[in-house]
């Protein structure tokens, strides 16, 4: 087995990645299911780059022409899939920021009325 | 009977006062809440002092998230009729007996005050937006099997089981149309009554169709995910 130039550069485009997840788990700026995601998809570039046999055997799958053709197809197919992962969140969020904003919104008012009440009373 | 008069209002001091006024003029009894769709403007001021309650919405929701706030208010308070009358002078609150009467007398879920029914709408509304309303309203009309002549309006009014459903479950983004089809494949009951609609007289129409180039395209995809929902849950009532 033999490293390139591309190899190494790809290594090291892996371990950063690696180590910008690693930061990110020790801040708590993303949560633990998307960690995992990211650090399946740097092994996985890692065994394409180590392995160049199993390379060759997923672009036969696909019947691409060249290697990067078959990475590109992956690559396209797996964004795609995960903004539409993304797109479903972000509804989920908007819809209980909603009711949050909605809910706060009445909460307040009931509290202010009350307050009023007891101060009149007074 | 309790009714409440739900009043969305963004950007909209300069009518908001007249609005309040002429509802508080009704022969009928009604308590009034003013949604104030975080506006920039002198509307939370103007309603407040008018003493009617005002709920603040720290972000900007739209007319959908504004009404049911106003919905969830009602439920929470028990009242038996919502009515959501438009902060912009659009609707005659003179006119909210005509709405309130179906609920009252047949026990109709939902009433829509509609500018078509009868050929005395003096509405000046752009041609454009004329046209979109009546293909909406022919496209909500064969899908539900009943005829609506006007989905755009948004002088309504509710029965108490309905706004528990729509304090619950509400279309946010285009209530229009998806509301009276989601009603409708839930069960609940509606009709229309006649109601002069004016044109509007301050502040800025929420759903200026000329504004949206996708509205329509947005409209249709949310009339297509209820029918979707509608056919998923026949087939998991069928045994």
């Known amino acids: 087995m033999t490293f390139g130039i591309i190899q190494i550069k790809v290594f090291f485009l892996c371990l950063l990645f690696v180590s910008v997840m690693l930061y990110l788990i020790r801040e708590k700026e993303m949560k633990e299911g998307y960690i995992i995601f990211w650090l399946l998809v740097s092994l996985t570039i890692l065994v394409l780059m180590v392995s160049g046999r199993f390379l060759y055997f997923i672009v036969s799958l696909v019947g691409a022409q060249t290697p990067s053709s078959a990475i590109f197809f992956f690559a396209l197919i797996i964004l795609l899939f995960l903004n539409i992962h993304y797109s479903i969140k972000i509804t989920k969020l908007e819809k209980t920021c909603t009711h949050l904003i909605q809910n706060i919104a009445i909460m307040e008012k009931i509290l202010v009325s009350r307050m009023t009440e007891k101060e009149e009373r007074k | ?239």
């Open chain 2, 1 to 239: 009977m309790r009714i409440l008069v739900i009043i969305p209002a963004y950007n909209e001091e300069e009518k908001l006062t007249d609005v309040i006024r002429e509802v508080r003029e009704c022969p009928v009894e009604m308590d009034i809440v003013v949604i104030n769709d975080c506006s920039s403007d002198g509307t939370q001021l103007a309603a407040e002092k008018e003493g009617v309650p005002v709920i603040t919405l720290s972000v900007n929701l739209g007319i959908g998230g504004a009404v049911q706030t106003g919905f969830k208010y009602a439920s929470l308070h028990g009242y038996d009729i919502a009515v959501q009358v438009d902060a912009d002078g659009q609707h005659n609150p003179n006119q909210i007996d005509r709405l309130i009467k179906p609920i009252v007398e047949d026990h109709v879920d939902m009433v829509i005050g509609s500018r078509f029914l009868e050929k005395e709408n003096n509405s000046t509304s752009h041609i454009m937006r004329l046209i979109g309303m009546r293909l909406f309203s022919k496209i909500t009309s064969r899908v539900v099997g009943l005829t609506i002549t006007d989905t755009t309006s948004g002088f309504r009014a509710v029965g108490k089981e309905l706004i528990g459903y729509f304090s619950k479950n509400y279309p946010v983004d285009f209530p229009d149309s998806e509301a009276i089809i989601m009603i409708h494949k839930a069960g609940f009951t509606i009709v229309e009554v006649p109601v002069e609609i004016n044109d509007r007289q301050g502040g800025k129409s929420s759903t200026d169709l000329g504004k949206s180039f996708f509205y329509p395209l947005k409209v249709g995809v949310s009339i297509l995910s209820i029918l979707l929902r509608s056919i998923k849950k026949i087939r998991k009532e069928k045994p």
